[in-house]
């Protein structure tokens, strides 16, 4: 991250959502990071998922799944402390982990939720219907999507545009960070035919209008092809460090974002994603 300015303009509160893995202690040391240099506070969640037919058949499973859930949010609780990041704790049993996720973030009025891309199967799939796609498709705030061995970085930040209120939020909160990190900003659009290139040029330029007027160097690309290939493939070769996405397209559509661009793209970067809700 550029020195010590907090690249998110209100962050109070973050929460990181964790289950032990490589992926999630990936995320841990980048929330206590931001923590630190928002000066914000750090909630760090754990859910063990379970059902009454589960508990009431195997307890002792339930028992030491929770045990160790606790320990390593005390170890968590430790590395913040030590950053001087105050870190509040929570162990949950829950049947739908997505929720309770989605409900603490609600309830201790969260700016942003940070995971990692995938949990202890650590599958190197597309994560439909996982934790992730459901608390990015329903949670009101921003989600910071890492994966393995990604940095929370703002050097080089490629925002994805469609032309929709979800893209223009996005394009938003990417213009702010650029700006206070003196970021290079590269706005990309990407037309799945011929006919589709006239509005990618369209949006791309709107945006590129208002990164200038704020003094921001940006680069434009719109190119034809898969959106999701197209994004992480620009990501890679501009070495992009973070890149920024609406939660949706243009359909909008208020339900899991199965197969979804945004969903490819963090199933696929190498990068940060920062998912940003309208």
Do not use: W
Request: hydrophobic content about 40%; aromatic content about 2%.
């Amino acid at each position: 991250m550029n020195g010590k300015i907090c690249p998110i303009g209100e962050l109070e509160t973050l929460l990181v959502a964790t289950d032990g893995s490589e992926f999630s202690k990936n995320a841990v040391r980048e929330a206590v990071n931001l923590a630190k240099i928002c000066l914000g506070k750090l909630i760090a969640i754990s859910i063990v998922q379970t059902n009454l037919e589960f508990e009431a058949g195997a307890p002792q499973v339930i028992e030491k799944a929770e045990e160790e859930a606790i320990k390593h949010l005390e170890s968590i609780k430790s590395q913040a402390t030590k950053e001087g990041v105050d870190c509040e704790t929570i162990v949950s049993l829950s049947e739908d982990p997505y929720q309770e996720v989605i409900d603490h973030a609600s309830l201790n009025k969260v700016q942003m939720i940070i995971m990692g891309t995938h949990g202890r199967k650590g599958i190197k799939r597309l994560i439909m219907g996982s934790v992730v796609a459901k608390v990015i498709s329903h949670t009101p705030c921003n989600v910071l999507v890492l994966p393995l061995n990604a940095k929370f970085e703002c050097k080089n930040i490629l925002v994805a545009t469609d032309g929709s209120k979800y893209s223009a939020a996005a394009a938003d909160e990417a213009i702010g960070i650029a700006k206070r990190c003196e970021s290079k900003l590269f706005v990309i659009s990407v037309a799945a035919s011929d006919v589709g290139m006239t509005s990618a040029h369209d949006n791309v330029k709107k945006i590129v209008a208002i990164a200038e007027k704020e003094g921001i160097k940006n680069d434009p690309i719109i190119t034809r092809g898969e959106p999701d290939e197209a994004i992480a493939e620009a990501a890679k070769q501009r070495k992009a460090d973070l890149i920024v996405m609406g939660s949706h397209g243009k359909t909008g559509l208020n339900k899991l974002l199965m197969g979804s661009v945004t969903e490819r793209v963090i199933s696929h970067s190498e990068s940060a994603v920062l998912v940003v809700k309208a």
